[in-house]
T-cell receptor, first 116, second 117 residues
């Protein structure tokens, strides 16, 4: 069965610090997708990134970067020079393509608090 | 372009009553999903529509839950009769269709917070 583990329940850092959110996944499929979503206090889930299992290149988008390592089944997310607006709950998710189904399996989420 | 919308944003009902949640996906998105997060737990998949057809309803907890997608546009999720354990946040998401073997990003609505007392 598919599983996503975000071992860090809560992280609190001071503004401008770098912070890494861990995500470890389990799947038997060779083709899968990984996602990160942000849930700010307003409640909606905001899409951040999608990565397929054949693309292990790291991705950088502004202050955000993602490190995908198939060897350790991890897809970690780093925020550089954190800001108060980064405070949110962050979810890592896995999608398998079984008979056309594309359901997301979510981790438990990591609540990130950036203190001024 | 409008995002995924959900109505109502909050609903408080008594055990045994019926509630209907509505989701309007992004225009043109064939795929529509329902998820639920109960207190303290992870977000769990309920079901997936492709246009008006149910592609996967493996996550529906029991037959008190009924989802429909009229004409492949908006969707409703009815809970009848509601039980205390149904309390949580119900999210709807949509994604474009297209290539087989590709999982497109899902865009989520703000959720409906359901409280059953």
């Amino acid at each position: 069965a598919q599983k996503v583990t975000q071992a860090q329940t809560e992280i609190s850092v001071v503004e401008k610090e770098d912070v890494t959110l861990d995500c470890v996944y389990e799947t038997r499929d060779t083709t899968y997708y990984l996602f990160w979503y942000k849930q700010p206090p307003s409640g909606e889930l905001v899409f951040l990134i999608r990565r397929n299992s054949f693309d292990e290149q790291n991705e950088i988008s502004g202050r955000y970067s993602w490190n995908f390592q198939k060897s350790t089944s991890s897809f970690n997310f780093t925020i550089t020079a954190s800001q108060v607006v980064d405070s949110a709950v962050y979810f890592c998710a896995l999608s398998e393509l079984i008979q056309g189904a594309q359901k997301l399996v979510f981790g438990q989420g990591t609540r990130l608090t950036i203190n001024p | 372009e409008a995002g995924v919308t959900q109505f109502p944003s909050h609903s408080v009902i008594e055990k045994g009553q019926t509630v209907t949640l509505r989701c309007d996906p992004i225009s043109g998105h064939d795929n529509l999903y329902w998820y639920r997060r109960v207190m303290g737990k992870e977000i769990k998949f309920l079901l997936h529509f492709v246009k008006e057809s149910k592609q996967d309803e493996s996550g529906m907890p029991n037959n008190r839950f009924l989802a429909e997608r009229t004409g492949g546009t908006y969707s409703t999720l009815k809970v009848q009769p509601a039980e205390l354990e149904d309390s949580g946040v119900y999210f709807c998401a949509s994604s474009q269709g297209g290539l087989a073997g590709v999982s497109y990003e899902q865009y989520f609505g703000p959720g409906t917070r359901l409280t059953v007392t």
